[in-house]
Nanobody, 115 residues
Framework: QVHLVESGGGLVQPGGSLRLSCAAS????????MGWYRQAPGKQRELVAS???????NYADSVKGRFTISTNNAKNTVYLQMSSLKFEDTAVYYC?????????WGQGTQVTVSS
């Protein structure tokens, strides 16, 4: 059982940056991967970035070169560093963790990019 809590969302101007954090608690041993998803109004939830327990990363084409996913040494926190933000990055961002094919989700944090 994994409990995830996101933080760091907010309002930012185009071209600005934000860093999202997701703290994992509970039984975190054996987590295979963690990631960030986002869902904008009227759109499906999409994978933004993921990182495996071995450190391999993957990014959506729309965020490559702008976003970076990482974890702390204890692997109980996952970060999403977002730079060069665009209007279309506006969404609720959700943290995700997978263990033994079971997905756990945070409550989401709102990111709004607006001038």
């Amino acid at each position: 059982q994994v409990h995830l809590v996101e933080s760091g969302g907010g309002l930012v101007q185009p071209g600005g940056s934000l860093r999202l954090s997701c703290a994992a608690s509970g039984i975190i041993f054996g987590i295979d991967a963690m990631g960030w998803y986002r869902q904008a109004p009227g759109k499906q939830r999409e994978l933004v970035a993921s990182i495996t327990s071995a450190g391999s990363t993957n990014y959506a084409d729309s965020v490559k070169g702008r976003f970076t996913i990482s974890t702390n040494n204890a692997k109980n926190t996952v970060y999403l560093q977002m730079s060069s933000l665009k209007f279309e990055d506006t969404a609720v961002y959700y943290c995700n963790a997978i263990r033994s094919l079971i997905a756990f989700w945070g409550q989401g944090t709102q990111v709004t990019v607006s001038s």
